[in-house]
């Protein structure tokens, strides 16, 4: 059974992680057999979206206290998991992205990440574990990975122009696809799809989420077979 973490940035899309995109991979990943463990920061998250209105509340909340609002008695904070207890690392998508693990927002491609978020995700790369990443987190896996050890991912945030010129600035190569696609990198053993940055409904977004876990826990197999011939 493969134990994959689930990296959260806080509920909701405004200010955290996309709900829907969370849920589906917790759905799909439980479907395919795999253990899920939630994994966020324990700190302050960046600001408090009134998601009905869309205006910024005066409030301080937890990012890790808010994940748990999905992840319950699976939440860990991130820093006390590392990559050798994982087989893979799934992080969806949120404005959570752009605000709590890193100052995407506000400095766009030169900000910077979460140091415990960057430990987490550079270990899984050095040791050679599937990343799969959903909407706006794969800006984020593109600026952790730029310049790295010789590393240009392939990735994906379907036809957005603006964020592909962002991902090409940060050393990474776009491939534009649809909602209902994911796009596998497997030299580099990355999975990306666009996901609620597409704008199409959940059942097409679903698809490209089930390509995702797919595509990510055949990278899984794919390891323990290599690890095994190995041995």
């Known amino acids: 059974m493969a134990k994959v973490g689930i990296l959260l940035s806080g509920v909701g899309h405004g200010d955290g992680s996309n709900i829907l995109e969370t849920v589906l991979s917790y759905l799909f990943l439980s479907e395919a057999g795999a253990e899920v463990v939630f994994l966020a920061p324990d ?132 491939v534009p696809t649809k909602a209902d696609e994911a796009l596998v990198d497997e030299e580099n053993r990355l999975v990306s799809t666009c996901a609620s940055l597409s704008g199409a409904g959940i059942a097409q977004m679903a698809h490209g989420i089930q390509n995702l876990v797919r595509g990510t826990l055949e990278l899984v197999h794919k390891g323990a077979n290599y690890a095994g011939s190995e041995g």
Not at 56 to 74: F, K
Not at 77 to 93: K, Q, R, Y
Not at 97 to 122: A, I, P, T, Y
């Open 43 to 174: 700190r302050a998250q960046k600001e408090v979206v009134d998601h009905r209105t869309g205006v910024l509340a005066d409030e301080r909340r937890n990012i890790l206290v808010e994940s748990s609002r999905i992840g319950g008695q699976q939440m860990k904070a991130v820093d006390t998991v590392n990559s050798s207890e994982l087989d893979a690392l799934l992080i969806p998508g949120g404005l959570g992205v752009v605000k709590n693990l890193s100052d995407f927002e506000d400095v766009g491609e030169n900000c910077r990440v979460d140091e415990q978020v960057r430990h987490l995700v550079v270990g899984m790369v050095r040791r050679k574990k599937p990343v799969g990443a959903l909407s706006m987190a794969v800006v984020l896996l593109a600026r952790i990975l730029k310049n790295r050890e010789g590393i240009n991912p392939t990735l994906t945030v379907g036809n957005d122009a603006e964020l592909a010129g962002k991902i090409h600035a940060m050393g990474g190569v776009h």
